[in-house]
Every structure is written in C-alpha cells, then in structure tokens.
C-alpha cells in the first residue's frame, strides 16, 4: 500500500456491520467514501458481525485476516457493548480484547480501538468494564477513540426503529468525529513502514 491507497480494515460487531443500514451507509462504507477526499484509492473493509462479543471476534479473526490480500495499514477494533449486555465477565472481556489487540500486534497492524461510553441506563451495569479499553490501548499501543461523539447515542433522532442502533444520520456523525483520528493513524502507519 502507498499513501494514497491506505487499506483499513474495520472490526467489529453490528455499529461496524452496519445493522438495519444500507450497505453504502455502513460505518466502513461512509468512512471510505470521506476518506476517499484526499486519498483517491482508500478501502476499507467492513469485517463486523452484528450481534458478536470478544470471544466471537476472537474466533472468527484468524478467518478474517487469512482472507486478506494485503497487510492493513490499519485496523479499527470496535467490540464491548455485547458482553455488557450479555453479561461476559469483565475479566474475560479483557482477555479477549487483548488476544485480538494481540495478533494484530503480531501481525504489524496498528489499531485504532472504538470504545462505546455506556448510556446513562447500562451505567451501573457496564461499571466493571469501564476501564478496560484504555488499559488494553495503553498495553497494546493502540490509538483509542470514542465510537460515538457526544450526543449521539441514544438520541431519538440518531437511532433506527429499534431505539439502539445508530441510523445513517449518526453513522454520518461518527465519521465525522473520528476521521481525523484516521488520518492520523494512517499517517503515523506510513511514516513507521518509511522508518522501517
């Protein structure tokens, strides 16, 4: 890959899938076509499963990356709000997080890793997670954004039909936020692999 043609590869459970979107309004698939302003020949693959924790992710990543042609010159991990809502022990959450932070470690792939701020109702529940993401970047090297911005989620005019998940209006939010910690990312990946 050369700077003008950064591949990303986006990891995740249903914000990365894109859940009850088109397909051209998926996170990736939004975040490609942004990108695609200053870098003409960026791609970004959309690799999220809806409805996936940590041990999903953990499980299917050796598919994943088999079925890439060329090394990512990024990765953005997003995964965590499954196991709140289905009760994955903390600890065990942790783990898996960092065996998928990991092997793209171990593979060369820098990785941007998405957290999820709970909403105000899943507060008390998510408590024991809460800092796992900003240990696991800290540990790993990983740059580390919120998924949402603030006021996104769970606003009833950013949600689809079924209250939780985003609707293309605030994927467009999402995008929005966190491009620049993209760009920046894509740009330290390149000056690492020019050093290199």
Not at 10 to 39: K, M, V
């Amino acid at each position: 890959m050369t700077p003008s043609d950064p591949l990303i590869l986006a990891f995740g459970d249903s914000l990365i899938a894109g859940y009850g979107l088109p397909a051209d309004q998926s996170f990736p698939a939004r975040l490609e076509q942004r990108l695609r302003a200053n870098l003409p020949q960026a791609r970004v693959i959309n690799a999220g499963r809806s409805g996936d924790t940590t041990g999903d992710a953990v499980r299917r990543l050796p598919g994943v990356l088999s079925t890439l042609a060329a090394r990512p010159d990024l990765a953005i991990v997003q995964l965590g709000p499954n196991d709140v809502l289905r009760g994955v022990p903390p600890a065990r959450t942790r783990a898996q997080l960092g065996e998928i932070l990991g092997e793209f470690g171990r593979c060369g792939i820098p990785v941007l890793l998405a957290h999820v701020d709970p909403p105000p109702v899943l507060r008390a529940r998510a408590r024991g997670y809460a800092t796992i993401h900003a240990d696991l970047a800290l540990a790993h090297g990983a740059v580390r954004h919120s998924f949402f911005p603030p006021g996104i989620l769970g606003h009833p005019a950013m949600v689809l039909i079924d209250g939780i998940h985003p609707n293309a209006r605030a994927i467009g939010a999402v995008v929005d936020a966190m491009l620049p910690a993209v760009e920046q990312a894509l740009a330290m990946s390149d000056r690492s692999r020019t050093r290199g």
